[in-house]
Every structure is written in C-alpha cells, then in structure tokens.
C-alpha cells in the first residue's frame, strides 16, 4: 500500500485543481442514474487522493468504482477548474492495475492479439464466417443480431455483427496509395469502422477521391490503444502508439483523417499527454501526428466544396437528426462539420433534444454495466424517436453499435449511418 500511495502521488498536483465544486454532478450521465457519489468525478478524486494519503487499504474497490466510468468527459467539459479528469482516472487505472494485476483473459486480449494488429485481423476474419452460429440476424433496420443461446452476456443485446469481409482485407497486405494532384491525406481506420463498419472506410476513400485528395493508407493499422488503456494497461497502449507511428512515418502527407470521434481524440489528446515523459524522439513523432488528425467531416467542411458533384435540384430528402458524440464535441469542439455535411447531401436535419448528452456506450462500461449503459441509452433513443427521422447519423462507430441496439429493442425502422456515409451516397446518386 505504501509504495501504491508513492506511485499514485504523481497525479497529487493534478488532483489539487479539484475545488470540489460539483459542477460534474451536473454533467455526469451516470450520476443522473445512480445519484452516487463514488460515480461522479468529484467522488473518484477523493477516492484517489484517500489512496495517496494511506486512507484506504481497499485498492480493488477504488479500481472498481475508476472503471464505473464512461470516460465521456462530460465532466471535464463542464468543469469551471479545467480538471483533466479522464487522463487522471486512465493515470490511475493504470497504477492500480500494475499493484494489482490484470485478469488472464484482458492479458491475452490485450498482449496476445491487440498487440499483433497482423495477428489481430486474421483470426478476427476468421470468427466471422461463425458467428451464425451464435447470432441470429434480425429483420431490422439496423441489421443487428440476437445471440441463440441465454448467455448473461449477450442474452439482451442486439449486436452489430463482424462484416464478411473486413475493410483491411481489401487493402491486399499492400499500403493504399490512391491517386489524385490535391492534398495527401492518410487514413488512420480503427478496429471498429474496419471489422463492423467497413462501408464508413470505403465511403471516406469515395469522398476523398471525389475531391481529388491523394490517399495513403497503411495496411496492418493497430488500434489506436484506448480499450487497453482503458483498462489499465498502459504498456499496450505505448505498444500500439508506436506500431502505428512507424507505419504513419513511411510517407508525408498533410492530413491524419479518421471516421472514428474516439480514434481522434485518442491520437489528438492522449497519445501525447501520456506519453509526454517518455521516449523524446516518439514524443515528437506522436506530436506531429496530432497536430495532422481531423475529424473527416472537419476535413471536408473545411478544406473541400461540398457542393462540388451535388446536384441542386430539390430531390426527395430523408430526415436526418444527428447525435454529438461525447468525444468529438466536448473533446474536440467538432459538432458543426458533421452537419453541413449532411445538409450537404441534400436531406433534411432536424435536431434532436439533448444531441449532446452520452448515448451511454463507454467501451468496457457497456460490458460490465450493460443494464446502467442500457438506461442511459435508451433516453437517447427516446429523442432520436421524437424527431421521427428515418436516419440517426453519428460520428463514432461506437456510438452507432449503442444506438442500433437501442433502436432494435424499441423495434424502431430508423437506420444509424455515418455522416460520410449518408454524403457519399448521395454523390454516387448525383453521378448517375
């Protein structure tokens, strides 16, 4: 416990930012349902500093009440004192996991296949032809499935499945060099936009070579680390930083773009926070690599004429509402890009009360607190339903998975779609 305490005393000045104000019960989507304390960031930086101080000899239960988090950063966005909470609840994590040990199966997950993004991509194509073994498709809108067997697991989810064929293996184990005069974007694609969601990745490369962009993307991509890091383990999470940073190193381009709101604010914030005392040569690469990363629909907002390809007669419009999320809006000020880019698709967008409240995902926290996750959840499906749009578009592929099952439990025909989805689509539709 004492070196525990000396280890965890690091964070002590970031911790006395903290005055205790409160402004985070305001803002937390989980205190609004447990209306516990220990849940609400205030009460984990107690929790924290009773470590450093030898308060509490219950490490385990301060871990616990650490991982009951989302890490929205709906707290940190709100708080008047600028409390960087979610890189002291991951500092935390990961002190507290090294004192006490990883679970077996997190070690073989995260050291064993996350570690070997190679490794990684294979066996998950090869889980993916099975899955009809476990899963039952539903007749839906958001093609989700039902696990066949009452796992307490999976017995009331509606799953987003494995693709086929995942996005990395169109790549052919070769680097995408796609060609074009303008700007050389490269393509940072995420586990879940790549295995689950890969027409997201094909329709940013639609868009981008619409607008004439040079493409590179680099085959055998990792994760960009935050379910280990999540998780406490800050030594796959360094690992993947840098299999990612020698990939990203073999070309120069002007643009990192991800379709994934968790990807960028991983690569933007924590890539270089976290790793800010190490390795000085991979501080500076991981830097310049921040600097790069946008948002694709910042990227296409800012930098491209939406209207460039669109036709401007008045066609049929699908209303469209769309969800902020957590990570890309309170994260990285980005909310305004996703939706010009579907008004610039030629459908309606109609706002949804509380677009930007946490649709209640938060990785892991779906896993280990399914029925909080599903109560947060459903509120936003509720608001989504009131526009009574026949497209929810988002920013995040997580998100998406939350949503879809949101929506199939309410047996809603609304469709969840990424805005570059919804904008290529209508580019293709306008080439005819």
């Not at 308060?55 to 960087?84: E, I, T, W």
């Not at 899955?131 to 067997?149: D, M, P, V, W, Y």
């Not at 619409?210 to 993307?217: D, E, G, L, P």
């Not at 299999?243 to 991800?258: G, M, Q, R």
């Amino acid at each position: 416990m004492k070196q525990l305490a000396l280890d965890v005393k690091a964070l002590k000045d970031k911790l006395a930012v903290c005055t205790r104000c409160g402004m985070c019960q305001a803002n937390c989507p989980l205190f609004a349902q447990t209306h516990q304390e220990a849940d609400v960031s205030r009460g984990k930086l107690v929790l924290i500093q009773g470590l450093i101080d030898q308060m509490f000899d219950d490490p385990k239960g301060v871990n616990l009440r650490l991982q009951r988090c989302l890490l929205c950063g709906s707290c940190a966005h709100g708080c008047p004192s600028s409390v960087n909470t979610i890189e002291i609840f991951l500092k935390a994590r990961a002190i507290i996991t090294q004192y006490l040990g990883m679970p077996f199966s997190k070690k073989m997950i995260f050291k064993k296949l996350l570690c070997h993004p190679e490794t990684f991509n294979d066996i998950m194509g090869m889980v993916a032809p099975f899955q009809k073994l476990f899963f039952k498709k539903e007749q839906n809108s958001q093609g989700t499935s039902c696990a066949r067997i009452a796992s307490p697991l999976l017995r009331h989810r509606h799953i987003v499945p494995l693709k086929a064929t995942a996005f990395n293996k169109t790549l052919k184990n070769s680097d995408y060099q796609g060609k074009g005069n303008g700007i050389k974007v490269a393509f940072f694609v995420g586990c879940l936009i790549d295995k689950a969601f890969p027409n997201i990745a094909h329709s940013v490369i639609d868009v981008l070579e619409h607008f004439n962009a040079r493409v590179f993307i680099p085959s055998n991509q990792g994760c960009c680390g935050i379910p280990a890091l999540a998780s406490g383990d800050g030594q796959t999470f360094e690992t993947l930083v840098k299999t990612n940073v020698s990939l990203f190193s073999k070309e120069k381009f002007d643009y990192l773009v991800t379709a994934c709101a968790t990807c960028s604010s991983t690569i933007i914030n924590l890539w270089p926070s976290l790793l800010k005392n190490g390795d000085k040569k991979l501080l500076g690469q991981v830097e310049d690599l921040a600097q790069k990363t946008v948002d694709i629909s910042w990227l296409l907002e800012k930098r491209f004429d939406l209207s460039l390809g669109m036709s401007k007669e008045g066609g049929s419009k699908e209303v469209i509402t769309y969800h902020d999320p957590c990570h890309l809006k309170k994260s990285l000020g980005v909310f305004n890009e996703p939706r010009q880019v579907i008004l610039a698709s030629g459908n309606e967008l109609k706002e949804m009360k509380e677009s930007d409240t946490c649709c209640g995902m938060g990785g892991s926290f779906n896993f280990d607190h399914y029925d909080l996750s599903s109560q947060i959840g459903l509120k936003k499906a509720k608001n989504i339903m009131d526009t009574k749009c026949s497209i929810v578009a988002t920013s995040c592929p997580a998100c998406m998975m939350q949503i879809s099952d949101m929506l199939a439990k309410q047996r809603q025909p609304i469709q969840v779609k990424h805005p570059v989805e919804i904008y290529a689509k209508a580019l293709k539709a306008n080439s005819k």
